[in-house]
């Protein structure tokens, strides 16, 4: 028995479809493409070249205000020292112990034994009321 089945009145149309007529227009897609990029690209080097010739505009009210600093006190003189003395103090904070709230008995402690309270103790927890779960 064979596979293949000979039928010579099937056959694809040839008709149909203008194979010349669909390449020629892709070509033509492809040609105007490139016109469009190119003609763009052109405009864009022009616009650059106007550009870098123009002089830069003068602010009458700007003259001399080139060095101006703000009235005193100015803040953050040494930012990166301002921030590194902020995270020393916020690690000396979470590292000791002291008093929050002295007359009602607030204290801190440090956050490694908070945190093994945590573990110790557990979170807590709103109880569940009977008949709603």
Do not use: C
Not at 16 to 21: F, G, H, K, L, T
Not at 118 to 128: D, H, S, Y
Request: charged fraction near 30%.
């Amino acid at each position: 028995m064979t596979d293949r089945i000979d039928n010579p009145d099937v056959r694809h149309e040839t008709s149909d479809v203008n194979i010349r007529a669909i390449l020629g227009f892709g070509l033509g897609l492809i040609v105007v493409a490139v016109v469009i990029h190119v003609t763009v690209w052109l405009l864009f080097m022009f616009f650059e070249g106007r550009e870098t010739h123009r002089v830069a505009a003068e602010f009458p009210l700007a003259v001399g205000q080139e060095n101006r600093q703000p009235p005193e006190p100015r803040l953050q003189i040494h930012p990166r020292e301002d921030l590194r003395d902020l995270r020393q103090q916020e690690d000396d904070i979470l590292g000791s112990y002291g008093w929050v709230n002295k007359e009602s008995g607030e204290v801190r402690i440090p956050i490694t034994d908070a945190m093994k309270l945590m573990v110790q103790r557990g979170l807590p927890a709103r109880p569940v009321e009977q008949g709603k779960r």
